[in-house]
């Protein structure tokens, strides 16, 4: 007979060893199971910077997007936001907007110029000096800050003194004061502003307007690590080297506030929008035309607003248009070439680049190269309608007592000079004939009198 003893231990060896496996199951769990890098010491964890972008104007829709990237970067916790510009300027109030975001901002913010050919033109000096740290890459420039304000192609200076020494003294201090928050050259600040001076990557170093010289993103960032940048709540040692980037996207409505102020994008729905509408006064009930058209004009009417516009621009560009429509009725010609003359002409002078409100580049406006193919199409439409008219003038008269003289048909009766009836041009006619025709018979119309044809015998 077995023992107690021996009975009691065998009773707990199976429940012990079930639990013996277990706990040597989570232990190699525990094991196999990674230990983030920050609880390692002397690894540093894998960092995370923001990503965003202002490529073209500086506008409502790029300071609602900048801005709001600063906020979400601020509360996702990255290591730093990271601007890339491509801008030839832009809105004064937009531009004072995003500067006010930088200079404010708990994180660091660090701006890149480039690619290789890109620019910080006008407005886009007072972001990149705004920044924490700057840098631009090979073959870029920043400068050509001064303001402008006047009637179409007066300098300030030229027109009111006092008005002129206002804006230049207000711009001045806008930028000077930028720079030495930042510690960045003042001098160079103001002859900016005050002497449109432009400078290469290369001299911006030199400068101290930029920090760095980066060929890409990845590079500024891995340049930009161990470096001391001064926050709200104090310095803050950069840890970017090998850091993730991740984009930021606007959201919709601010792509399409960006998207419409562009001045390509003004010229050609207002274009779109001024052939639909007038197409559809000169032929009622297409509806089509006049729907598209309506809704270009609505669009265009919000690109205006956020654009410097001359209304000599957009005159001139109405009565493009009102001389095209007009070619379609009048078919000379010259109503046609001077209606694509005019169209180019407003659209060159749409922008006006003497806007105390906007900071732009000579280059921001409608370009050559959308100019160049609207007036190629316009023209050719033009040209074709007045080759169809040319080749209508020259067609027998299809329509009238005098489209049937020459036309076939069938006699559907006998017909002789007392009467008789026929079927010509899809109609039933009462028809006579000198001769008599037998039913059935292929005739020929040589004239009509009234309501009655006169045929004869085909061949």
Request: charged share 15%; net charge negative; with cysteine.
């Amino acid at each position: 007979m077995r023992s107690s003893t021996s009975i009691h231990r065998k009773k707990w060896t199976a429940p012990l060893a079930l639990f013996l496996t277990v706990v040597g199951l989570f232990l190699g769990a525990a094991a196999e199971t990674p230990v983030p890098t920050e609880a390692i010491p002397g690894v540093p964890a894998v960092r995370e910077v923001a990503r965003c972008e202002l490529g073209g104007a500086v506008d409502g829709g790029t300071a609602a997007y900048l801005t709001d990237c600063v906020q979400r970067a601020e509360a996702g916790g990255y290591e730093a936001l990271l601007v890339r510009i491509d801008t030839p300027g832009g809105s004064l109030e937009a531009t004072r907007e995003i500067v006010q975001s930088f200079l404010g901002a708990r994180i660091p913010v660090l701006v890149w110029i480039g690619p290789s050919g890109a620019r910080a033109g006008s407005a886009g000096v007072f972001l990149t000096m705004a920044s924490h740290l700057a840098a631009m890459a090979p073959a870029t420039n920043i400068g050509a800050a001064h303001p402008v304000m006047g009637p179409s192609g007066s300098d300030p200076e030229q027109g009111g003194k006092h008005m002129a020494a206002k804006v230049m003294n207000d711009t001045l201090a806008f930028a000077e004061g930028i720079a030495k928050q930042r510690g960045r050259n003042e001098q160079w600040a103001a002859e900016a502003v005050r002497d449109s001076a432009s400078v290469t990557a290369e001299r911006a170093v030199e400068l101290r307007v930029v920090e760095l010289i980066a060929p890409s993103e990845r590079a500024f960032l891995d340049e930009a690590d161990g470096r001391t940048v001064i926050l709200p709540d104090g310095p803050r040692v950069l840890r970017t080297a090998g850091a993730r980037i991740e984009a930021l996207h606007p959201t919709t409505r601010q792509a399409l506030v960006h998207w419409l102020a562009s001045p390509a994008i003004a010229y050609l729905l207002f274009l779109v929008a001024g052939l639909g509408i007038a197409i559809e006064v000169a032929h009622p009930g297409g509806i089509v035309p006049g729907l598209i058209g309506g809704i270009c004009l609505v669009l265009a009417m919000i690109a205006f607003s956020a654009l410097p516009i001359q209304a000599g621009g957009v005159i001139l560009m109405i009565l493009g248009i009102g001389m095209l429509i007009s070619e379609l009725f009048v078919a000379s010609g010259l109503l046609g070439v001077g209606g694509v003359a005019l169209l180019i002409l407003g659209g060159l002078l749409l922008i006006d680049h003497f806007d105390s409100k906007w900071f732009v580049e000579p280059s921001f406006g409608v370009t050559w190269w959308l100019l160049i193919p609207t007036a190629v199409l316009c023209g050719g439409a033009a040209a074709f309608v007045i080759l169809r008219a040319a080749e209508a003038r020259r067609l027998p008269q299809r329509g009238g007592d005098a489209g049937l003289v020459g036309e076939l048909g069938k006699a559907l009766r006998d017909i002789d000079s007392s009467g008789g009836q026929v079927f010509v041009h899809g109609e039933l006619w009462q028809a006579i004939s000198d001769r008599p025709i037998e039913e059935g018979s292929a005739i020929v119309v040589r004239g009509v009198d009234g309501l009655v044809v006169r045929v004869e015998r085909k061949g």
